[in-house]
């Protein structure tokens, strides 16, 4: 699994995450604030290709974010945003 990126970088309501997935599985995206506490973790089955998966980050406060994906347990990749 790849993840191209999260757009946009400062986040008002939805974020796009960009996926390439080589087979069917489990996404958990787990979102930390900047004092490494856990804000949101979010789950999803992702297909087989490339797709874009909208991640509503309205119940988050204003600040900055790091978001830890994982194929199942298998870390794939952080992305640092903003949420406005």
Same mark, same amino acid.
């Given at each position: 699994m790849f993840i191209r990126d999260?757009?946009?970088?400062?986040?008002d309501?939805? %974020?796009?995450?960009?996926?390439?997935?080589?087979?069917t599985g489990e996404l958990v995206l787990k979102v930390w604030?900047?004092?490494g506490q856990l804000a949101k973790m979010l789950v999803t089955s992702v297909g087989e %290709?490339?797709?874009q998966l909208a991640l509503n980050m309205s119940d988050l406060g204003s %600040?900055?974010?790091i978001l830890n994906a994982f194929h199942g347990d298998v870390f794939v990749k952080a992305i640092r945003?903003?949420?406005q």
């Open positions: 999260l757009q946009p970088s400062i986040v309501t939805n %974020g796009y995450l960009t996926v390439v997935s080589e087979q604030n900047v004092e %290709g490339l797709q %600040g900055n974010y945003f903003i949420k």
